[in-house]
């Protein structure tokens, strides 16, 4: 669809395929999503597909050269990108890998941090397990955001949600001593199961001395999904745990 940018399965067939915590979804691209796609995908996009290492020094680098010391935050699933874009802003010495794979999202993150002058962004398109997985190095990342995560709420879809111990274990190894894995929702229960699931690692602290949730951090933007979930009565938490040394 659009030549040079986000592939449509990027992974292929080169992993096995597992269950999936996300729906693919290509959506309608506005013209000028798809503008900034074909222009800018080659320069600040990147394929999962699972065959090689990212260096991320590499992949942020600017016209003055490689960032090698750039600590770089992943984050899982942004919607449109306004939070995302909000955060490079406010905070433009910590790069930001955004993963999703809802192509007009990813067109409109990349308008936006252009219009915004934000070169600590970088848009990844495909499954995060394998960027996780097979593509980052251990202990590379200086934090991982997951916002608003499907909640499957369906009892027999409970498997697909991101927020499992096999993922912490794996986020664990990526993450380095004392990077910051951040969770919110307003779904109650997937709130509950994150709760138990991050208390229950050893690899993680929790930042709350009483053991639960934590009141909505200011460098935490209230996005526009998150506005209409308030003014309907949901109750949204967040999560904040340290990566420790074990």
Known sequence: MFPGGPAADPAGSHHERRIRSFRPRRGRVTPGQGEALRRLWPQWGLDIDGLSRIDLGELFATEAGPRPDLPVVLEIGFGMGEATAQMAAADPGTGILAADVHTPGQGNLLALAERNGLDNVRVANGDAIILLREMLAPASLSGLRVFFPDPWPKKRHHKRRLIQPEFIELAATRLKPGALLHCATDWEPYAEQMLEVLSA??????????????????????????????????????????????
């Open 201 to 246: 690692s050893p690899a993680f602290d929790n930042s709350q001395a009483d053991g639960g949730y934590t009141p909505r951090p200011d460098f935490r933007p209230l996005t526009k999904f998150e506005g209409q979930g308030l003014d309907k009565g949901h109750l949204v938490h967040d999560l904040i745990f340290r990566r420790n040394d074990t």
